[in-house]
């Protein structure tokens, strides 16, 4: 039996899978589940600004003499006692379970970000993950301004916590591996590449526009190309650096394909919404399976073993890529149903592999 445990950001996992940020890891017990499942550890659902904000309607208007200030105070306090709440999910999963638990924050203001850092560590949290995959639509914001943003943020939470950071990225960057880099020499321990896209739907009738996340939040399969080909990149220019994979893990195969691209961990959520936390040995069972077939005690003698033609990331292996995408993706006209599209070469390409 080969040996699946890795080591994330200084904390030993006994495997490379972890429940992603989400509502399956949102209270104590849930975390228990998870870990009863088998998984490595778990990144609890993110702490959002907003939806304190939302909550609180507990203080007391009668400690404020001017009603602005107790807007003010009221917002504040309600935060406080949001992140206490979640603080306390924090130290009974810490108490109920033996896998680290990576807590998780999102927020807007700057101030937030650190001081939430600091509360959920001081709850006994083993890691912080930051979910800094806001994306951003102002015209003016140039990216090298998102970018020292970015590493303001972190770099404030690092320096006032004591346990690793990661930073969940969003893959709607110019430069991923640009920002991924600043992120790092900012301070970053890991980087989770990426965040759940969201693309936007019209309705035909209401005319509205409203978020789209594919099929009723959750993603496919067909959402895992896009992240892996990042870490690919990512680990191959950048190989110090501690990746975790997210997005489209749903088959052992997937899971396999993240370690050799290059992914210390591997984060998964959808599948297990759809399919329930029994998946979690379906994926595991798969990797050993992959692991004992081509003869690796452990991890490391797999992580990042993807072999290229071409060093991925030079501009002879990018425009390779392209060209094999026209080519192997060119149109014909079927002239036998009157004219129908097909994709002629994709045949071609299945066999290749
Ligand atoms: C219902 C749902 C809730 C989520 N909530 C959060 C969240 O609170 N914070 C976060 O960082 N990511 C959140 N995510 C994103 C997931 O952590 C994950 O990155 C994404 O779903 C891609 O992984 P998957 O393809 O395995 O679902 C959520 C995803 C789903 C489906």
Redesign the pocket.
């Known amino acids: 039996m080969p040996d699946l445990s890795v080591e994330y950001m200084g904390l030993r996992l006994r495997n490379p899978l972890i429940v ?5 890891t949102r209270n104590a017990a849930l975390v228990r589940h998870c870990e009863q499942a088998g998984v490595g550890a778990v ?1 609890m ?2 702490i ?1 600004e907003e939806d304190i904000r939302r909550r609180d309607n507990t203080f007391d208007d009668s400690l404020c003499s001017h009603p602005e200030a107790s807007e003010y105070f009221r917002a504040d306090l309600g935060l406080v006692y949001g992140a206490q709440q979640y603080c306390d999910e924090i130290r009974q999963a810490k108490k109920e379970t033996s896998i680290p638990v990576i807590a ?1 924050v ?1 927020c807007t203001e700057p101030r937030w970000w650190v001081d939430f850092a600091a509360q959920l560590a001081a709850a006994g949290a083993d890691a912080i ?1 930051l ?1 800094l ?1 806001v994306p951003s639509v102002e015209l003016e914001l140039d990216m090298e301004q998102a970018e020292n943003n970015f590493s303001r943020i972190v770099a404030a939470v690092v320096s006032k916590v004591d346990i690793p950071v990661a930073v ?1 990225m969003s893959g709607q960057l110019t430069a991923p591996q640009h920002t991924a880099k600043k992120l790092v020499d900012a301070g970053a321990h890991a980087l ?1 590449t ?3 896209q969201s693309g936007l739907d019209i309705s035909l009738n209401s005319r509205k526009a409203f978020s789209a ?1 594919g099929d009723q ?3 496919t399969s067909h ?2 190309y896009f992240p892996l080909r990042w870490v690919t990149i990512l680990h191959e220019l950048m190989p110090e650096v501690q990746l975790s994979a ?5 088959s052992g195969e997937a899971l396999v394909k993240y370690i050799l691209a290059g992914a210390t961990t591997v ?7 759809r399919e329930g936390l029994k998946q979690a040995a379906v994926l595991l069972d798969s990797l050993s399976e992959y692991m004992e077939r081509v003869g690796a005690d452990n991890i490391d003698q797999v992580r990042g073993s993807v072999e290229r033609d071409i060093t991925i990331g030079t501009r002879e292996q990018q425009r390779l890529e392209y060209l094999q995408l026209s080519k192997d993706h060119y149109l014909e006209v079927d002239s036998t149903d009157g004219g129908g599209l097909t994709y002629e070469k994709h045949e071609k390409r299945e066999k290749r592999h």
Not at 246 to 250: I, Y
Not at 267 to 273: D, M, T, W
């Open positions: 992603a940020s989400s509502g399956l990144v659902k993110s959002f998780s999102n993950e979910n995959s969940k989770v990426f965040n759940r996340r939040g959750l993603t959402q895992m997210s997005g489209g893990v749903h984060q998964v959520c959808s599948l297990f919404y």
